[in-house]
Every structure is written in structure tokens, then in C-alpha cells.
């Protein structure tokens, strides 16, 4: 069975910093594209960073130069490096994978025009509240 386990979020100062970790089992990560997606209240969920199989990384424009994503392939983990928090980054986070042959594409496509339902596997998601 696949499964993705976020942890990391809690609360933190504007400015700080935060990691995200995404915990996989029932598959490995190297031929899957993952994703970063965020969710505020009352706001449509969006994507914030993906990593395609093939090494490409695609990053929204709101958190480039500031959130990274890296990988752990022996704890099967992928983690998403949060720098220079805003208030606005407040958002239940979440990671995602898809196996699909266009998940580049998908990558492409949930960072840069916000179509983020092409991913099959979902976690269950950890809150990051950024205070001012």
C-alpha cells in the first residue's frame, strides 16, 4: 500500500525557517515525480515546489529563492526546506507522487497554472502558521 506521512509544521516566527518532511512507504521515490502542495483557509490549493523523476525541479514563483526540496533515499524521504517564512505561507502542507510517465509535466502543471489533482498518492498534510 502506498502511503505518504508529512511531518514537521508547527508555528513559527515571520523570517524563520521550517523543514517539512515527507515519509513514503509501499514504493520508492526514484521513479516518481513529488510534489509540495499547500492549502490556506478559504483559498484553492496550490503547488509550491516538485521534483520530476528525472531530476527537474519546478518552483512556484511565490516561494522561489526561498523553499528547496531534498531527498533522503535510504529513509525513503523526501523533505521540503522552508527559508525566510512569510504570513502568507501559512497553509496546511502537503506532499504528493504520481508514477505517471508526464509527471514532469504534472510538475510543470501544478506550480505554473495551479492544475494540482494529477497526482494519485496523497499524504494527510501538516499545518505551517507563519506569525507577523
Known amino acids: 500500500e502506498v502511503q505518504l506521512v508529512e511531518s514537521g509544521g508547527g508555528l513559527v516566527q515571520a523570517g524563520g525557517s521550517l523543514r517539512l518532511s515527507c515519509a513514503a512507504s509501499g514504493f520508492t521515490f526514484d521513479d516518481y515525480a513529488i510534489g509540495w502542495f499547500r492549502q490556506a483557509p478559504g483559498k484553492e490549493r496550490e503547488g509550491v515546489l516538485c521534483?520530476?523523476?528525472?531530476?527537474?525541479?519546478y518552483y512556484s514563483d511565490s516561494v522561489k529563492g526561498r523553499f528547496t526540496i531534498s531527498s533522503d533515499n535510504a529513509k525513503n524521504t523526501v523533505y521540503l526546506q522552508m527559508n525566510s517564512l512569510k504570513p502568507e505561507d501559512t497553509a496546511v502542507y502537503y506532499c504528493a507522487a504520481t508514477k505517471s510517465r508526464a509527471g514532469a509535466y504534472y510538475c510543470a502543471l501544478s506550480t505554473r497554472s495551479g492544475d494540482t489533482g494529477r497526482f494519485e498518492y496523497w499524504g494527510q498534510g501538516t499545518q505551517v502558521t507563519v506569525s507577523s
Open positions: 521534483s520530476s523523476s528525472d531530476g527537474r525541479t
